[in-house]
């Protein structure tokens, strides 16, 4: 029997297991997957936690719910992996051998990276939401809050989900609003980046609504530390911004196992091909979602394009053919803009966010770069579809490339 092995059952990591237990010849290979949590955390909705909107028990389920029956599954934190002797060492000291390994161990913030950030007002007055155990902190906090100077920082890129930091400025006015404090609450988005977003033209759309929202942007702030006394976050060129709650997006990294193996950039990224998905430095292994050094959003849509791709290489590998099918960087994110309506954007590698319709030309029924109801429901959709569709590798009504189809250039 030849080996393939998967590391990391998240988003990624899952569909590749289902899409390959479909294709893959089972008298001849055997599958297996390894990730250290038994549960599935649905990280899109980690944004919502915060005003209430979901509670914990919303955006997790066992992980065993999406494997395939009879999957081989371990349950333990991967050490390390050693490419050139083809195996992979686990915690328990267990070794896993390979012929193909496909690496999903996604990306974590580490706010460690920062000086200051996990000082003493961490989850006093500091918080993320990229993490459960942050956005259940914050909500408790904003339940009882009473106004002042809310500011967001995101602290470097690249980032899982580039928008989130938008749709929650946008849903804290949509909140502060609802509790009728709006006033007392003064909003401020401060970004590394030139403009709202990494996108020219969508940058200067959502820049626009930031304003029309009166959320105050501030631009290229490369924080440096967060000054716990003085309740204030300063750069490397000594600018400060004063703050009653900070919510951040510390630093993203790959896993730590990445940088124990010697195989990742200097945030533990994986150097992979950004068309065929496999690692630059190895034959058998490929890398899908949040784990690459690829240009493309770091997004569960996107790691769905990128499995579509992905099982065709392993298949062209597996018959002895050069992987030959190529990502195109797609991207489709639904943009939570508060007041029940939403934003969405569709781009890739080449082609920025464009306005248009989507997915039908002129019909839609989504609006691209426009705030609408039904974006709104797209993105409450997008729960059903992902723990429904998405994570069993089914195919969803969106292709993996993109299309020009409605959009306006
Ligand atoms: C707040 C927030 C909002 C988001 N909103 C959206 C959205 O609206 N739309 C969207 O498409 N995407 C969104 N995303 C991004 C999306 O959740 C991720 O891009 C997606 O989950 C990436 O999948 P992945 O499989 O690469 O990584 P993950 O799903 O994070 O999975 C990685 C897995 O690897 C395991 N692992 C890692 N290291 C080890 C180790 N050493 N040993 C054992 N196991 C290990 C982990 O336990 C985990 O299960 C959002 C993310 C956040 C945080």
Known sequence: MKKLLILGAGTAGTIMLN???????????????????????YQPGFLFIPFGIYSRKDVIKPKRDFFPVGANVVNSEIEKIEPKQNRVILKNSQVLTYDLLIIATGAKVVPDETE????????????????????????????????????????????????????????????????GIRDKVDIHFVTPLPGAFT????????????????IKLTTEFNIARVDNENKKIVSWDENEVEFDVLVTIPTNMGDDVIERSDMGDELNFVPTDKHTLRSKDHENIFVIGDATDLPSSKAGSVAHFQADILIENVMSVVEGREPKEKFDGHANCFIESGFGKGILIDFNYDTEPLPGKFPLPGIGPFSLLEETKMNHYGKVMFRWMYWNSLLKGKELPIESHMSMAGKRG
Not at 29 to 38: A, C, G, S, Y
Not at 118 to 133: A, P, Q, R, V
Not at 138 to 148: A, I, Q, S, T, V
């Open 199 to 214: 996108k020219p033209k969508a940058s200067s759309i959502l820049g626009d609504f930031l304003n029309k929202k009166n």
């Open 19 to 41: 899409k390959l237990n479909e294709t893959l010849d089972k008298q001849e290979w055997q599958i297996t997957i390894v990730d250290q949590h038994e549960t599935h955390y």
């Open 116 to 179: 200051g950030m996990k000082g003493d007002l961490w989850y006093k007055s500091i918080f993320d939401f990229y993490t459960i155990e942050g956005a259940c902190a914050l909500g408790n906090y904003f339940k009882n809050w009473e106004g002042g100077k809310l500011v967001l920082n995101i602290t470097e890129m690249p980032i899982k989900c580039p928008v989130a930091p938008l749709e929650f400025v946008f849903l804290a006015d949509s909140y502060f609003t609802e509790r």
